[in-house]
């Protein structure tokens, strides 16, 4: 990418290349390969900090002495530090010389992707005017952001949750420019805890790009920031494969796969739970679990991808045990009715509503009620739990 950018600005003549200033050490490798590049032909790098609500310079700490604790971050700034208001977007902008090559861009087809079918699940188109869309559409058009607090929880359809993540992770779309709606939303129609509730997910962002900086790489070691000695987890690519490719036996958790395999997303109950499974029911290395999501999310960035894997694995800056996850209770209270499991999983359409998240724990007369042979028609689990009966 930054050989194209730079062969780009090139070719232009241009005077500067701006981009958001990233956190990650490989990131910000990649953006200072591309300054030095820059700067042999005369050029500049200009960084700003788009992809954070607050300014750092705002902050009351310095990067080095931010809290450990969300909560602790979370109560020295969300009353006592401004959002800074988002500059207004250019009245016009110079046009690109046409004489530039723009060649083909190739289709997922032509890359051996099928198209997708499926009509229940979210599908993104790129760049800030889909970004703005659906910004608009989430709150001025459907409401949804006045109920985000009780549907956040959900997992399949497109309206349970706003939607922004990807445009966040890819930069189409400022934090600040999210929560300058949301207050307009708040001032204009309707404040409440959902309101808040998605401004409070803004937090969690800052609070995992604040970390990742003040503790670099150690969030993407095997005992990350605690730096105690971490469990042996296994690194055998048979059983991760099993979690991998949706075949683990579980419903909650091959559901959520297929969906991640099939789109590159998933809900954020989703989330917590397949990583949970992974680390804590199959002993498999967090690291494993979180390089896979980093290929595989279109909404993946480092800080907070593997911020959370820091904490479902227990060697985060809060690395207390207990990020254990009943997938089965989980499943019959997040998907009641079991329509996202039917919808991932149709060859257990004959186990109606949330019965089909008590499979791996299903007597043999179950079984035998719904003529289901584990092995052949669905994979036995891979681990069972008798605290999920």
């Known amino acids: ?69 969300f909560t602790s971050f979370r109560k020295e700034v969300e009353k006592y530090v401004p959002v800074r208001v988002p500059l207004p977007s250019p009245i016009s902008l110079a046009t690109i010389d046409k004489s530039i090559e723009t060649g083909d861009i190739p289709s997922l087809l032509d890359f051996g992707f099928e198209e997708i079918t499926a009509t229940g699940t979210p599908r993104f ?13 989430y709150l001025w058009k459907s409401d949804n952001v ?54 409070f997910e803004l937090l969690w962002r800052d609070y995992f790009r604040l970390i990742a900086k003040k503790y670099g790489d ?11 000695e ?3 987890w296994s690194t055998d690519r048979t059983l991760f494969n099993i979690w991998a490719q949706a075949r683990t036996g579980v419903p909650m958790i091959d559901a959520n796969m297929r969906e991640l395999n ?11 739970n397949v990583a949970s499974f992974l680390v804590n029911d199959m002993k498999v290395h967090w690291l494993l679990g979180a ?8 909404d993946y960035d480092p800080c907070s991808n593997y911020g959370n894997w820091n904490y479902i694995a227990g060697v985060g800056v809060d690395p207390r045990p207990g990020r254990w996850f009943n997938v089965v209770h989980q499943g019959k209270r997040y998907d009641s009715k079991g329509e996202h499991a039917h919808y991932w999983l149709p060859e257990l359409d004959v186990i109606s509503g949330s019965k089909v998240h008590d499979l791996p724990i299903m007597s043999k007369a179950d079984m035998e009620e719904y003529n289901i042979i584990l092995g052949k028609d669905y994979p036995k689990a891979v681990v069972t739990d008798r605290r999920w009966g």
């Not at 949750?161 to 129609?189: F, M, N, V, W």
Request: proline share 4%; glycine share 6%; with cysteine.
């Open 1 to 69: 990418t930054e050989d194209i950018i730079f062969d780009i600005s090139t070719q232009l003549k241009a005077s500067w290349v701006f981009c958001n200033r990233e956190r990650t050490s490989e990131e910000v490798a990649v953006q200072d390969a591309l300054e030095q590049k820059l700067w042999t032909q005369g050029m500049e790098m200009r960084y700003s900090r788009g992809k954070m609500l607050y300014y750092t310079s705002d902050l009351p700490f310095p990067i080095t002495h931010t809290p450990d604790t």
């Open 125 to 137: 188109h790129g760049g800030e005017t889909a970004a703005l869309a659906q910004l608009e559409y």
């Open 146 to 199: 006045a109920r985000y607090k009780k549907t956040r929880n959900e997992m399949l359809g497109w309206d349970y949750s706003s939607k922004l993540s990807p445009y966040l992770a890819q930069g189409c779309i400022s934090p600040k420019t999210i929560y300058d709606e949301i207050k307009k939303y708040e001032s204009q129609r309707t404040k409440n805890d959902s309101t808040y509730w998605l401004i």
């Open 218 to 228: 150690k969030i993407f070691v095997s005992n990350g920031i605690s730096e105690e």
């Open 230 to 232: 971490a469990p042996e």
């Open 262 to 272: 099939t789109t590159g997303f998933m809900s954020n109950r989703g989330r917590q």
């Open 291 to 298: 390089e896979y999501f980093e290929s595989m999310l279109i």
